[in-house]
């Protein structure tokens, strides 16, 4: 079965550091094109972040250039979102998705994890 | 950014109905629109791609027409199961980001 579950989520301050990580399963892992997209709550989605198959492009949403990082370990089977300088506004149930086509960047999303929850709260 | 608008924000209708929501790019798009269905507490669904390629294991009620800027998603027979969350998105950005409509959210009347 094909399946992603993501991991990390928690309650952090202003300022602090997280990463999140992805598990992926039931398929070729560096054959795909990665996403994190998130959803605050009651809200509507937005995508966070890409990186290409082979982990040699990345890309970013304004929200969050420079303060978020995007990686892979395809060794791992392991997509990872490192978050630091983190906002009350960066508040959103995380979700990382894999993209449709095979060794493709420009595709649309056809595997979602269930989501983790980060809130940022002092 | 580009940006996707959808219509309407949210709708009424009775199993049955055939149902039909609309995305607007603010600029075109050519076909890299992609249509996801999420329900309260789990996560979107892909229903539809290339604006009118059925996901496998999608039901054929559902289906995408439109390029450019103008994009539709019909479900010609509503069924219970069909009461959801609907959000377009584009993927014709490059670099990204790839953004997502507002939602229409589609109610039982």
Same mark, same amino acid.
């Given at each position: 079965?094909v399946q992603?579950?993501?991991?990390?989520?928690?309650?952090?301050? &202003?300022? +602090?550091?997280?990463?999140?990580?992805?598990a992926?399963?039931?398929?070729?892992?560096?054959?795909? =094109?990665?996403?994190?997209?998130?959803? =605050? &709550?009651?809200?509507?989605?937005?995508w966070?972040?890409?990186?290409?198959?082979? +982990? +040699?492009?990345?890309y970013?949403?304004?929200?969050?250039?420079?303060?978020?990082?995007?990686?892979?370990?395809? !060794?791992?089977?392991?997509l990872?979102l490192?978050?630091?300088?983190?906002?009350?506004e960066?508040? =959103?149930?995380?979700?990382?998705?894999? +993209?449709?086509?095979?060794?493709?960047?420009?595709?649309?999303?056809?595997?979602?994890?269930q989501?983790?929850?980060?809130?940022? !709260?002092? | 950014a580009i940006?996707m608008?959808?219509?309407?924000?949210s709708l009424?209708?009775?199993?049955?109905?055939?149902? #039909?929501?609309?995305c607007?790019?603010?600029?075109?798009?050519?076909?890299?629109?992609?249509?996801?269905?999420?329900?309260?507490?789990?996560?979107?669904k892909?229903?539809?791609?290339?604006a009118?390629?059925?996901?496998?294991?999608?039901?054929?009620?559902?289906?995408g027409?439109?390029?450019?800027?103008?994009? #539709?998603?019909?479900?010609?027979?509503?069924?219970?199961?069909?009461?959801?969350?609907?959000?377009?998105q584009?993927?014709?950005?490059?670099p990204?980001?790839? #953004?997502?409509?507002?939602?229409?959210?589609?109610?039982?009347?």
């Open positions: 079965e992603l579950v993501e991991s990390g989520g928690v309650v952090v301050q &202003p300022g +602090g550091s997280l990463r999140l990580s992805c992926a399963s039931g398929f070729t892992f560096d054959d795909y =094109a990665m996403h994190w997209v998130r959803q =605050a &709550p009651g809200k509507g989605l937005e966070v972040s890409l990186i290409s198959w082979d +982990g +040699g492009s990345t970013y949403a304004d929200s969050v250039k420079g303060r978020f990082t995007i990686s892979r370990d395809n !060794s791992k089977n392991s990872y490192q978050m630091n300088s983190l906002r009350a960066d508040t =959103a149930l995380y979700y990382c998705a894999k +993209g449709v086509r095979e060794m493709a960047t420009i595709t649309a999303f056809d595997i979602w994890g989501g983790t929850m980060v809130t940022v !709260s002092s | 940006r608008t959808q219509s309407p924000s009424s209708a009775s199993t049955g109905d055939r149902v #039909t929501i609309t607007r790019a603010s600029q075109g798009i050519s076909s890299y629109l992609a249509w996801y269905q999420q329900k309260p507490g789990k996560a979107p892909l229903l539809i791609y290339a009118s390629t059925l996901q496998s294991g999608v039901p054929s009620r559902f289906s027409s439109g390029s450019g800027t103008d994009f #539709t998603l019909t479900i010609s027979c509503l069924q219970s199961e069909d009461f959801a969350t609907y959000y377009c584009q993927y014709y950005s490059y990204p980001p790839w #953004t997502f409509g507002q939602g229409t959210k589609v109610e039982i009347k």
